[in-house]
């Protein structure tokens, strides 16, 4: 559908109260959204942001949800958005990524809080409307929505819910029979289990293999209490692959435990479940390390081989697969792949430390390349030297932050110099490799430098500061009070009065 309105402008902003909004027509930022270019390499999260400060432009201000209780109408979408974007983009294996970060999110969100309704009416004040329900699991669940329908009835529905709702106020009644009208399917199962009731499945799954049949065991072992389905209705496909050739089978699972039987002349190499990796589910699913083998060889997606790689290394033995799978991984085309691998690492071999010390050298990936930099400062590599005079003076500044840890480690006159020189330099990453530095060495006379990036640090990266800051303060106290403490306690002092107001 056509942007509904005259005109789209974006402004930056200093001191703002939360990090975006969606004003019609002239969305404000905070101030992290304006960067420079050097700043900007690979930092996915500023367009992401501005893809969902655009789709409210549709999901949100053309169409508004008509109370807190439905905020997911316009979250959600903004959320998905994200999806939409990277996947257009950088590609499905970058928007994969992101969902994943994405489902993370809100599984974290429930160690701390039960789940709740999407669609929730029993909130205690308005701003709790604002959690990973509203936004990630709201994006998650469009996603399985967009799965299940296809693209071209997915879009076709939200054009038409625009179309039939704009400037006016929703629920979620309406997405429901803009969705039914357009694929002429009761889809009230879907709207009620993922958006009237609580929660999200878990799954244990096993499989067997006898007389030319593969058993897939699935048992939905979820808690019901908080409005929690005990059974959620999962359509879903479930791919065997043998010799390295996926079959693929499509089921619907309505029962609490089910068990489907496929025919196969061979015993799998692995069964992947959902491999389009659209269902929000957690799994209980063990493979062996030949499974894990084939899953990473032969299934197509990222989710495939990053959950090979993570599985892999938790399991113990198996060394010699570890060192050819991990050592594949380090070549893997994603970056997200590149990266845990270079994670799962315990001591590498010639041929894997060749790897990292290229990946440290020329990676087109700001945070693998850093990564690889820190594994090699970790391991007191012998060409570290070399690589850190290299990283320095790198593009990107995740790269020279690490690489100022490895001058540390190689040199460290050469870095105490090269860090003055950084402090100039206004950019996280930056501030960030420094403060740690700084902390770690004691450096008491460098709290000025903490006082003057905390006045402008926000969000994460202003508790990563306050951490280091507050463990070379603990430091100091140690030290009984020398200058730089008590000339600390003096800016205090005078710091609380607000400069030109007397
Ligand atoms: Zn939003």
Same mark, same amino acid.
């Given at each position: 559908m056509q942007y509904p309105w005259p005109k789209f402008s974006q402004v930056a902003v200093r001191d703002y109260v939360s990090g975006a909004m969606e004003n019609t027509t002239a969305v404000i930022f905070g101030e992290f959204m304006h960067g420079t270019a050097r700043d900007l390499i690979d930092v996915d999260m500023n367009e992401k942001i501005v893809a969902h400060e655009m789709f409210h432009h549709w999901f949100g201000d053309y169409v508004t949800c008509e109370s807190w209780s439905n905020l997911t109408l316009n979250e959600g979408f903004a959320n998905y958005s994200e999806y939409l974007w990277m996947e257009k983009k950088h590609g499905r294996d970058a928007a994969d990524y992101h969902l994943l970060e994405e489902w993370q999110g809100y599984l974290g969100s429930l160690r701390s809080s039960p789940p709740h309704e999407l669609i929730w009416y029993d909130y205690d004040d308005k701003e709790q409307m604002f959690d990973a329900h509203s936004y990630n699991k709201g994006g998650a669940v469009l996603h399985?929505?967009?799965?299940?329908?296809?693209?071209?009835?997915?879009?076709? &529905?939200?054009?038409?819910?625009?179309?039939?709702?704009?400037?006016?106020?929703? =629920?979620?009644?309406?997405l429901r029979i803009a969705f039914e009208d357009t694929t002429g399917e009761d889809l009230s199962w879907f709207f009620d289990q993922w958006y009237l009731q609580a929660g999200h499945p878990q799954l244990s799954i096993t499989t067997d293999y006898a007389d030319g049949s593969v058993a897939v065991t699935v048992a939905q072992t979820q808690r019901t209490d908080n409005n929690v389905p005990a059974v959620f209705r999962i359509p879903v496909d479930i791919d065997v692959y043998t010799n390295g050739t996926a079959t693929r089978h499509h089921v619907v699972m309505e029962e609490r435990e089910q068990t489907f039987t496929f025919p196969s002349a061979t015993a799998p190499d692995v069964v992947v479940f959902d491999p389009a990796h659209q269902l929000l589910a957690e799994y209980d699913y063990?493979?062996?390390?030949? =499974?894990?083998?084939?899953?990473?060889? $032969?299934?197509?997606?990222?989710?495939?081989? $990053?959950?090979?790689?993570? !599985? #892999?290394?938790?399991?113990?033995?198996?060394?010699?697969? %570890?060192?050819? #799978?991990?050592?594949? +991984? !380090?070549?893997?085309?994603?970056?997200?792949?590149?990266?845990? @691998? #270079?994670?799962s690492i315990e001591e590498p071999t010639a041929e894997q430390l060749a790897l990292i010390r290229q990946i440290a050298r020329t990676d087109d990936r700001s945070e693998v390349r850093a990564t690889a930099i820190n594994v090699l400062t970790q391991s007191g590599d012998e060409e570290l030297s070399a690589i850190a005079a290299e990283a320095m003076d790198a593009e990107p500044y995740a790269v020279v932050a @690490?690489? !100022?840890?490895?001058?540390?480690?190689?040199?460290?006159?050469?870095?105490?110099?090269?860090?003055?020189?950084?402090?100039?330099?206004?950019? &996280?990453?930056?501030?960030?490799? !420094? +403060?740690?530095? $700084?902390?770690?060495?004691? @450096?008491?006379?460098?709290?000025?430098?903490?006082?003057?990036?905390?006045? %402008? +640090?926000?969000?994460?990266? +202003?508790?990563?500061?306050?951490?280091?800051?507050?463990?070379? #303060?603990? %430091?100091? %106290?140690?030290?009984?009070?020398?200058?730089?403490?008590?000339?600390y306690r003096r800016w205090l002092s005078t710091s609380r009065r607000v400069p030109g107001a007397g």
């Open positions: 399985m929505l967009r799965n299940h329908v296809g693209d071209e009835a997915f879009f076709a &529905s939200l054009k038409n819910y625009l179309e039939r709702n704009k400037l006016s106020a929703v =629920e979620v009644d309406e063990s493979k062996s390390p030949e =499974e894990l083998e084939a899953q990473y060889r $032969y299934a197509p997606a990222f989710l495939d081989r $990053y959950e090979a790689i993570g !599985l #892999l290394s938790n399991q113990e033995g198996n060394e010699e697969l %570890k060192e050819e #799978l991990f050592t594949q +991984a !380090l070549q893997d085309t994603f970056y997200a792949i590149r990266g845990i @691998a #270079l994670q @690490a690489g !100022l840890e490895a001058l540390v480690a190689t040199d460290p006159e050469t870095a105490r110099q090269a860090a003055e020189k950084l402090e100039a330099i206004d950019n &996280s990453s930056i501030s960030g490799a !420094l +403060a740690g530095l $700084y902390s770690e060495a004691g @450096a008491l006379e460098k709290l000025p430098y903490f006082e003057q990036q905390l006045g %402008k +640090a926000d969000g994460y990266e +202003a508790v990563a500061l306050y951490t280091a800051y507050q463990s070379l #303060l603990a %430091k100091g %106290k140690r030290h009984s009070r020398p200058p730089a403490w008590r000339c």
